[in-house]
C-alpha cells in the first residue's frame, strides 16, 4: 500500500474542479466522494461546449457527421476502459433508470423461476427485482449478507442458487459498507448450476476505483452512474450482452440493430465519459511505461487501488503522531478494522452521538462526510447492526494523507468532546 508521490498527487489534483474549495461552503476536505466524486476540468470544459451545439445526429451536414463520430469514439472508449469487446454500450436517464430497464428486460423475457439477489444491493437492484418478479410471477430469493463483513461471497451464492434460477444480481461494491464483492467468483458461481441465468450487476460504487474488468466477469449487463466516477449528472451508462439485448426490450419498431437508446441521447453524455477514459489512460501513463491504452488503464485502476488502500489504512490506524479510528474507543467502523474488501469508504459511528451531528461537527471542521440513515437507501445495512444512522467517509485517489490527518484531528476534538 503506497501513496501517489507529491508530483503525481499535485498533477491529479490539478486535472479535477473545486478539489479543495466548495463554491458555496468555502475551503474544505472532500470525504463525499460515494455521493458523487469531483469532476474532471475537461468535462467541465466538454459540457459546456457541446452544450452549445443545436444540431443533432443523423442528419446529412457537417455537424452532425461530427455527433456521430463523438458517439461511436465514446463507445469505443468505453470498450477498452471495461474491457467489454462484445455487447453493447449504451446511456441512459440515470444509473438507477438503467438497472431497471436491463433487470425487467431479463425478468420479463425469461421462463418462470427464481430472481435471485442479495440484502446487501443498494435499492435500486433490490426494488427492481422486487417490482418484475411480482408481475412476472416469479420468486424474489435474497441472500443474506455477512453483517460482520460487510459483504456477501460467492460461496453464500453458490448456496442459494438453483437450476431454476432466470436472474442474478450483483453489487460490485456497496455504498454503505465500502466493501467489494468478488464479481467474477460470484458469477461463476451462479452460471455451475444456472448456466444460462442473466447476470446483471451494479458497478455504480465500483466504477471510480478502477479495475473494470467485464470479460473476466462472464454476465450480461453492468451499469455506472458517471457523476460517480468523474463526468457529470444526468446521465448513466450502461453494457448489455449480445444475449440479453436479444431479449424483447423497449425501442422503436424496425430499428436497426436491438437498440437500447430511447430517442435522442445528449452527445456531450457521450463526449464526457471519453474524458473520463482519457483520464484513466493518462494516469496510467504516469504509474507504467505501457505503451497498450488498455494496459495503460489497468495500471492506473492498480495505483488508485494502492493509493486508495493507504489512505483508508492511515484513516483506520493512524497516520504521524494521530491515532487512528481503530484506536479511538468511541468509534466502532462497520466492517471490521483489516477488512480486504474495503474500497476507499469507511463507515462508523460514534458511542453516544447521532450521526447527523457527527457529521455537522466535522463540517464546521471543514470535512465534507455524509450521513446514512436507516432508511430505504441504507436500513438493510443498519438496520441488522442496530444502528439508526452511521457517518460515511468515503475517499478517493486524489484525496491525500494530509487531509486524513486533518479527518483524524477533527474526529479526535469530537470524540474527547463526548468523554
Known amino acids: 500500500m503506497t501513496f501517489f508521490s507529491p508530483e503525481l ?16 461552503e468555502g475551503k474544505r476536505v472532500f470525504f463525499e466522494n460515494a455521493g458523487g466524486a469531483l469532476t474532471l476540468n ?23 457527421h461530427a455527433l456521430v463520430a463523438m458517439i461511436d469514439k465514446a463507445k469505443d472508449d468505453m470498450r477498452v476502459l471495461f474491457n467489454a469487446p462484445e455487447g453493447q454500450f449504451f446511456v441512459g436517464e440515470s444509473g438507477t433508470e438503467l438497472l431497471f430497464r436491463l433487470i425487467r428486460t431479463a425478468v420479463m423475457g425469461t421462463p418462470d423461476g427464481i430472481v435471485l439477489g442479495s440484502t446487501v444491493e443498494h435499492p435500486a437492484t433490490r426494488s427492481a427485482c422486487a417490482k418484475w418478479a411480482e408481475a412476472a410471477g416469479k420468486t424474489h430469493v435474497l441472500i443474506a449478507h455477512d453483517d460482520d463483513t460487510g459483504a456477501v461471497s460467492a460461496e453464500a451464492y453458490a448456496a442459494a442458487v438453483t437450476p431454476d434460477t432466470q436472474v442474478a444480481t450483483i453489487l460490485h461494491t456497496s ?14 458461481a451462479i452460471r455451475a448450476v444456472a448456466p444460462e441465468a442473466f447476470i446483471i450487476v451494479d458497478g455504480i460504487q465500483h466504477a471510480a476505483h478502477g479495475r473494470l474488468d467485464i470479460a473476466s466477469y462472464g454476465i ?19 453494457w448489455a450482452s449480445d444475449r440479453l439485448s436479444a431479449l424483447p426490450h423497449d425501442h422503436l419498431l424496425n430499428a436497426p440493430g ?10 456531450g453524455a457521450y463526449v464526457t465519459f471519453s474524458d473520463v477514459v482519457d483520464y484513466f489512460d493518462w494516469l496510467g501513463g504516469q504509474v507504467s ?26 484513516m483506520i490506524h493512524g497516520t504521524g503522531n494521530l491515532k487512528g479510528l481503530a484506536d479511538m474507543p468511541e468509534v466502532t467502523i462497520i466492517g471490521g478494522v483489516d477488512n480486504p474488501r474495503r474500497e476507499g469508504l469507511v463507515s462508523i459511528s460514534v458511542k453516544g452521538m447521532d450521526a ?9 471542521r471543514g470535512i465534507r462526510t455524509h450521513t446514512r440513515k436507516a ?33 483524524l484531528q477533527a474526529m479526535r476534538e469530537i470524540v474527547e468532546e463526548t468523554d
Request: aromatic content about 6%; glycine content about 8%; some cysteine.
Open 42 to 64: 475537461t468535462v467541465v470544459e466538454t459540457s459546456a461546449k457541446m452544450a452549445a451545439i443545436p444540431d443533432n445526429q443523423g442528419r446529412d451536414n457537417p455537424a452532425a
Open 375 to 407: 432508511d430505504h437507501y441504507s436500513g438493510n445495512i443498519l438496520d441488522p447492526l442496530g444502528l439508526p444512522g452511521a457517518i460515511r467517509v468515503s475517499m478517493c485517489h486524489y484525496n491525500t494523507e494530509a487531509e486524513v490527518a486533518q479527518f
Open 258 to 267: 436491438e437498440p437500447w437508446e430511447l430517442g435522442t441521447r445528449d452527445t
Open 175 to 188: 455504498p454503505v459498507t465500502g466493501m467489494g464483492m468478488d464479481v467474477a467468483a460470484i458469477a461463476k
Open 9 to 24: 498527487m499535485t498533477a491529479v489534483r490539478d486535472r479535477f474542479a473545486l478539489v479543495e474549495e466548495c463554491p458555496f
Open 356 to 364: 447527523p451531528d457527527v457529521v455537522t461537527k466535522l463540517r464546521e
Open 220 to 238: 450480461d449487463g453492468y451499469v455506472v452512474s458517471p457523476y460517480k466516477v468523474f463526468s457529470r449528472h444526468g446521465y448513466g451508462v450502461a
Open 289 to 314: 511505461h505501457a505503451t497498450d491504452r488498455r494496459d495503460r488503464i489497468v495500471a492506473a485502476g492498480a495505483a488508485i487501488h494502492a493509493h486508495e488502500a493507504a489512505l483508508t489504512d492511515a
